[in-house]
T-cell receptor, first 109, second 119 residues
Framework: SVVTQPPSASGTPGQRVTISCSGSSSNIGSHTVNWYQQLPGTAPTLLMYGSNQRPSGVPDRFSGSKSGTSASLAISGLQSEDEADYYC???????????FGGGTQLTVL | QVQLVQSGADVKKPGASVKVSCKAAGYTFINHYMHWVRQAPGQGLEWMGMINPSGGSITYAQSFQGRVTMTRDTSTSTVYMDLSSLKSEDTAFYYCARDGPPGTGIDYWGQGTLITVSS
């Protein structure tokens, strides 16, 4: 993928977990990043937009940040219902389209 | 509330074409671009392209150029995605997804349509 994420992450309930998203100057370096949560067997839903803005209804346990050509999603106070796949998504000027990271499967141990 | 309701699952033979529909409700249809994204079983998200329901302008991902056609019907607030020359590798969930207010990116997703390509 043009934008890369770790394939997996894990943590125990109550822990803080961070998922990274690494890109380049044509995507993350120039545009804000979105994060999507995909629970098993369902469509993705918007978790974070504008790199660090939570849509209404998303708990403040979720936070986002961006620096240079990388972005990250942090989940604090990990809960069992956070077990899902997480994708970053961003516009890419070189490709003239949206690119997604390969996804990170989060396991709550 | 915003709703994107897609057509049902379908099975196609290799070489055939498929048309997936996505009916929008709960917002002004022509004010928001619509994207199509697909996801093969157990795989990640792949952007296919987007259409401007207002003027009809379209941008396709390079990997789908020549095989995908996106259209819209403003009278029914529906967008369509037509994929031709289907191969087994095209077996996937196909999602329509709305582009939100400026700076938001994709904010709402349809429920997905499973297209299975099998002889």
């Amino acid at each position: 993928s043009v934008v890369t994420q770790p394939p997996s992450a894990s943590g125990t309930p109550g822990q803080r977990v961070t998922i990274s998203c690494s890109g380049s100057s044509s995507n993350i370096g120039s545009h804000t990043v979105n994060w999507y949560q995909q629970l098993p067997g369902t469509a993705p839903t918007l978790l974070m937009y504008g790199s660090n803005q939570r849509p209404s209804g998303v708990p403040d346990r979720f936070s986002g940040s961006k620096s240079g050509t990388s972005a990250s999603l942090a989940i604090s106070g990990l809960q069992s219902e956070d077990e899902a796949d997480y994708y970053c998504g961003v516009w890419d000027d070189s490709l003239n389209g949206v690119v997604f990271g390969g996804g990170t499967q989060l396991t709550v141990l | 509330q915003v709703q994107l309701v897609q057509s049902g699952a379908d099975v196609k033979k290799p070489g055939a074409s498929v048309k997936v529909s996505c009916k929008a409700a709960g917002y002004t249809f022509i004010n928001h671009y619509m994207h199509w994204v697909r996801q093969a079983p157990g795989q990640g998200l792949e952007w296919m392209g987007m259409i401007n329901p207002s003027g009809g302008s379209i941008t396709y991902a390079q990997s789908f150029q020549g095989r995908v056609t996106m259209t819209r019907d403003t009278s029914t607030s529906t967008v369509y995605m037509d994929l031709s020359s289907l191969k087994s590798e095209d077996t996937a969930f196909y999602y329509c997804a709305r582009d939100g207010p400026p700076g938001t990116g994709i904010d709402y997703w349809g429920q997905g349509t499973l297209i299975t390509v099998s002889s």
